[in-house]
């Protein structure tokens, strides 16, 4: 089963016959597609067998012909079980904030869901223009609408479309709402031109006025009271994506200097041009952005993903260019958040695979924090479930960072602006962002992480995830293990196919199931009390006994159970 929204029937009973699945579907190349698979059943039945199912960030494919991959009639019949699911609640009343990203047929897909439905008779409000998902669900708030759509695919490959939804909370929708909603996306009368040929045009918010809006209420305008001097030299990439123009907007109210672009990727371009996969966790796709820093003699890059709600950072060191990961980043934009605030409310969270230092931190502060399932629709469940508390951060380890209430989602806009003025405030010292990842190791201790994956059958996944359960290891890399979770005994909706193993030595492992792929998921952490000794020596062994625990790890999984 894939959980990025993509999930095969194995009954291979289909979904929906292809010839209807053709007379509801404007796009002319369907029937031709359809006809020319009509003499392979095999890869028929493999189109129309499977369905789209809500994952970690809503429905998830490759643009294509079908019920279980993205194109018109799919993103029809998801609008109109969105519909329906609003008129159930008895909120639709209240409309739909709808947005989409700068891929092939996105804005396609987002105008059919808006005159589906006001069709419905659904008030719909699109953005127009390919804009930040971060902007979209500001405007939910600020509406104080119903729902949210958003047409993107994110950091995904080219290929790939996608269909994000927030509820009335202003939070990506969790169960039970997704499955409900799963249950609507019924086939058996496919929406086709006649459901939207009494709406021709829709309510739209102005691009500009929408990036304004969301600029003025997330970003902080510091020009005239911030002591700091934000005159930094820094270079900038939005990927090819949508978060270049909020980006620079962004920085002028908040008196950052603008950025040096990476003009090659600075316009948004859904083909992703020299980007095969437009993710900038992906080795690689920052070394244009090395490359223009190089030339400017700039020290530091940003990068936001192509619908710029993750961040990612490097910073030029001696031995060349080093990506900090995000668990380094969170921890970094989690001391900057609890340094400028106060109050013994405060309300932080992270995910369960991402790195304890967070944790630590908050506690040696004495601030509240809550670890969650992964995904930012679990992140910032306790923001909205505890609203006696003052939201501050929520971070997850796949460069994911929420820095204000004001986007009930993770942010990479208004994270790079924070890390910016974290950067300014940090010079002002005589520091920098990696020197102050030493202090904080002094401070709590030294976390150092990383993953590892692999590629196996699914049933050889599950069947050593059951082994695991039934007879769980005894020690980790010849340390005890004192302590073991199974995150799938948690009450629900709590709870999720995840295995955590704590040792003596200090080591942690983390287990799933990838939601995207064949493949198991291991997320290491090795903790060090304060070195007394040469930090990067400490960092060295850690990262040593990390790699000896990976192929530990992986070991459970290669062997016949």
Known sequence: MRQDGCVSDPTRVLAVEPLAWAEADPDPTTLLAIKELSTDPEALTAKFAGRLRFGTAGLRAPRGVGPARMNRVTARVAARAIGRHLEALQIAQRGVIIGYDARPESDTYAMDSARLLTAMGITCWLIDGACPTPVVAWHLRERQAAAAIVVTASHNPVADSGYKVFGSDGTQIRPPADTQIEELMTFSRLPGDDDLAAVQEVNRIDLATAISSYVDAAIPDRKATESLDLQASWAYTPLCGV?????????????????????????????FPGLPFPNPEEPGAMNEAYSVADEAGIDLVVANDPDADRLAVAMKTVDGWRQLSGDEVGLLLCDHQLSNTTGDNRLTASSVVSSQAVAALCARRGVEHIRTLTGFKWIMEPAVKKPEARWIFGYEEALGYSVNDHVLDKDGIAAAVTFMEMVASLRSKGLDPLTRLDELAFEIGLYVTSQVSARFEPQQIESCLEALRSAPPQDLDGSPIVDIKDWLNQPSPHNTNLLEFRSQGGSRVAIRPSGTEPKVKIYLEQFAQSPHDDLGSARIRCGEQLESLGLVALSWFRTES
């Open 243 to 271: 978060g270049g123009d909020t980006m620079e907007r962004a920085c002028s109210r908040a008196g950052i200097t603008a950025p040096t672009r990476v003009e090659s990727q600075f316009e948004p371009n859904g083909l």
